[in-house]
């Protein structure tokens, strides 16, 4: 019986011993916790993007406005970690960035084009 609580207690001692030396080197990066959990579930997002940007000319208006906040929040989650560590990611997030400016520009552009056809019936 002493031996298994000491197993257990030396399984425990080494879980958080993992933990910390996790946290400690993620602060000698100089990232904070917080942003690199949030890199973290950024990164679980960027590949469902990355999945859907191939298709992004048949979205419908709906699904362009939330993959544009979507990507938002994976670009200011990216930008606030070190290239190093997400520079296997770089091709997806290449190509999510191209589909996010190319949805931005027809949004600009159609905008455009309601303002301007009733300028021209005056």
Known sequence: MNFILVVIYILVLLIFSLAALA????KL??????DF????????ILDKLYRFSKYY????SQEQIVFLEQAEEVFDAFDKVPD?????EHSK???VLD????????????????????????
């Open 23 to 26: 946290v400690l080197q993620i």
């Open 29 to 34: 990066a100089g990232i904070k916790v917080k």
């Open 37 to 44: 959990w949030t890199f973290v579930e950024a990164n679980q």
């Open 57 to 60: 000319d048949s979205m419908s």
């Open 84 to 88: 190093v560590i997400w520079e296997d």
């Open 93 to 95: 997030y290449v190509l």
């Open 99 to 122: 589909t996010y400016k190319n949805i931005k520009l027809a949004r600009w552009n159609q905008e455009g084009q309601e303002k301007i056809v009733p300028m021209i019936k005056k």
